[in-house]
């Protein structure tokens, strides 16, 4: 996931502003210390513009 957004040049700050959650927890889902809610998971998605299928397979 991690990998995707910086490929996008997005950088952490802003993609979690955009998506409406904390830099902390998009930290956190990013580096495996936290497993996120489902709708957590669908932001991000639609963030990366990946469908949510892709996302869980990483």
């Known amino acids: 996931m991690k990998q995707l957004r910086e490929e996008k040049e997005i ?8 998506r409406e959650m904390g ?10 210390k936290t497993n996120p ?3 957590t998971l669908i932001k991000i998605a ?4 990946i469908p949510i299928d892709k996302l869980l397979k990483m």
Do not use: H, V
């Open 46 to 49: 639609n963030g990366l513009k």
């Open 11 to 18: 950088n952490q700050k802003s993609f979690a502003f955009d």
């Open 23 to 32: 830099r902390t927890q998009l930290y956190m889902i990013e580096n495996g």
């Open 37 to 39: 809610r489902l709708l």
